[in-house]
């Protein structure tokens, strides 16, 4: 036991050391891990706030899409009126041959 502590007595300063340095490791240490961690955390939110923004202009793109898809249909409704009033012919009653003449003989009539 007394050469325990001669030895103890005599390197105290070098112990002391071991510890100290040994106590500085894990603390510098543990100063590394909460660094990265805070850097991941700060990544990770921009990469919700970067995914936000996008997200906002999906939705802009959907509404814009549904209200384009809304304006074709309708266009393609008036072109279909429009080609269907073209290929019908106005409807127009036949005229009895009396009235062609009774029409052209006021029109030729002197007054």
């Given amino acids: 036991m007394n050469l325990i502590i001669k030895l103890i007595k005599k390197s105290w300063k070098i112990l002391v050391g071991i510890v100290v340095l040994v ?50 249909v309708a266009k393609k409704k008036q072109i279909q009126k429009t080609k269907s009033s073209k290929i019908k012919k106005p409807a127009t009653s036949k005229k009895t041959t009396t009235a062609a003449k009774k029409n052209i003989i006021s029109k030729t009539k002197k007054k």
Wanted: no cysteine; aromatic share 0%.
């Fill in 23 to 72: 106590l500085s490791i894990i603390t510098l240490s543990n100063i590394r891990k909460r660094k990265a961690i805070k850097k991941i955390d700060k990544k990770i939110n921009e990469n919700e706030k970067a995914t936000e923004k996008l997200q906002g202009k999906i939705e802009q793109v959907e509404q814009q899409k549904t209200e384009v898809k809304k304006k074709v």
